[in-house]
């Protein structure tokens, strides 16, 4: 990871969702009564389970949309907005 993949407009958790080779996220807790060690416990989470509650929102189209619907028709008063539009001094 480099410092440039991440930032102000990007952040580790959308980073790390756009990374097909990590798959797992997993987590280390130490458990035990002896204060000098404690032995780790290891937890394996799928990745998007535990950090869909932080990315972005990120819109719903998909990759190759314009945002524009091209199919909308305007009926108002018979015309079309474009037309109004066009015509407007």
């Known amino acids: ?3 440039d993949d991440t ?3 990007k952040t580790l958790p959308d980073f790390l969702a756009d990374q097909s080779a990590f798959q797992l996220l997993l987590q280390v807790t130490f458990e035990g009564d002896d204060e000098t060690f404690k032995s780790p416990i290891y937890r394996r989470f799928q990745k998007d389970a535990m950090l869909e509650p932080y990315y972005s929102k990120r819109s719903s189209l998909p990759p190759n949309a ?3 619907d091209d199919d909308i028709q305007n009926t108002y008063g018979g015309r079309g907005m ?3 539009i066009a ?3």
Do not use: V
């Open 1 to 3: 990871m480099r410092p």
């Open 7 to 9: 930032g102000t407009k």
């Open 66 to 68: 314009s945002g524009y």
């Open 82 to 84: 474009d037309t109004e």
């Open 87 to 89: 015509n407007a001094e």
